[in-house]
């Protein structure tokens, strides 16, 4: 199937579809990335940190599960966006789909390192041969690695939209600033990544510039939500491909 001959109900139903996966990747993200986060790690605190995991291991808990459900809803999305745009070049379409692929199980590591929590929070039987100290150095090690682990995935993150953005501007099927808007946010994903490996002095002041930047993914995601995507017509795609 080409672009040409890409029906308009066929292209609504796609459409439909990456935008269900998509809503399901913008609610739990941010549970995960922001809000679990926020409400459980203290920073450069590790006693308070398990203290407030063991005080409401439930939550934790609830967020471990959610962290493996958003990789999975990221890999559904990065599959039906794939089948969305693989009539507008199908080698672009593939690459896109599989720095997705890539991405997940670094996510789902990163996710794992963090279920280590609430056992060394709640002094598992095997840790009671472990001084507070030692449990506490147990612990900064798995938050590190999963920190370590979120910077590598984000990597991953920036890169898919870079011929996410390209298919967006050649498909026809949205506005074109949109697709530019993406690859601005795959340099801003990856800006934050090398910034961490390699000048990790310079975090704080660059992540008010790397976030506007990141946000370029947003207004692609609402579109898609609420217009969804929308065949040209036949005169102007033929215009298009000529050009």
């Known amino acids: 199937m080409t672009v040409e001959n890409f029906t308009e109900t066929d292209l609504r139903r796609r459409s439909r579809i990456a935008a269900f996966w998509y809503l399901l990747l913008t609610v739990t993200g941010p549970f995960v990335l922001i809000y679990i986060p926020s409400r459980f790690i203290v920073a450069g605190d590790v006693a308070s940190t398990l203290a407030r995991i063991a005080s409401a291991p439930a939550l934790f808990q609830i967020g471990i599960v959610v962290g493996f459900a958003s990789s ?7 599959l039906a966006l794939y089948d969305l745009f693989k009539p507008v070049n199908k080698a672009m379409a593939r690459t896109m789909a599989a720095l997705v692929a890539v991405s997940v199980p670094i996510g789902f590591v990163g996710t794992l390192f963090l279920a280590a929590l609430p ?32 910077f590598a995935a984000q990597i991953f993150w920036g890169l898919w939209l870079l011929p996410l953005g390209i298919l967006v501007i050649r ?3 949205f506005p ?52 969804g995507a929308r065949a040209k017509p036949a005169r102007q795609a033929s215009a298009a491909g000529a050009a």
């Open 72 to 78: 999975i809803c990221y890999l559904l999305t990065g």
């Open 119 to 150: 056992r060394l929070a709640g002094g598992a039987g095997f840790l009671q041969a472990l001084a507070p100290a030692q449990v506490h150095s147990l612990s900064a090690a798995f938050l590190d690695m999963q920190l370590l682990a979120g």
């Open 171 to 173: 498909s026809g099927f």
């Open 176 to 227: 074109k600033l949109l697709g530019v808007l993406q690859v601005i946010a795959c340099f801003g994903y990856l800006a934050a990544s090398l910034i961490f490996f390699l000048l990790p002095s310079a975090v704080s002041w660059t992540t008010p510039f790397i976030t506007a930047m990141e946000l370029g993914e947003l207004p692609f995601i609402l579109w898609l939500l609420i217009a």
